[in-house]
């Protein structure tokens, strides 16, 4: 990974992870625009579809706080090798910033638009 501050986020983070089910541990960290950096873990729930990836908490985080614009994010996993950010998150995270660089691992770094190249957005929907 290219950004030491944005891993140290992220590991940081997988500290706070919650998966009692699955036992993958995810942290994640994101930069805004001016350079702030929200981080987030996974938070799994018994009820599997209400649990959430540390992506879109760190995502979350810094959109309620008022930004939307985002330059990179790094993402770190229990598993030790690179993870990618599922589609859930690639939409979400679309939405906000086009040019978002995701690094995980010290090899791994795309942008958003290669790992989602047909996003669904707001000319997507027919308002007539």
Known sequence: MHDKELETAAQAA??????????FRVGA?????????????NVENASFSLSIC??????FKAVSEGHRSFTDLAIVSSSGR???PCGACR??????SQDLMVHSGDIYSKNILQLLP???????????
Request: no cysteine; hydrophobic share 40%; proline share 4%.
């Open 54 to 59: 540390a992506e879109r908490v760190a995502l």
């Open 29 to 41: 960290a994101l930069r805004t625009q001016d350079g702030k950096i929200f981080a987030g873990s």
């Open 82 to 84: 690179p993870t990618f």
């Open 91 to 96: 939409q979400v995270l679309i939405e906000f």
């Open 118 to 128: 047909d996003k669904f957005g707001l000319n997507s929907i027919d308002s007539s």
């Open 14 to 23: 997988i500290k706070q992870a919650y998966s009692p089910y699955s036992g």
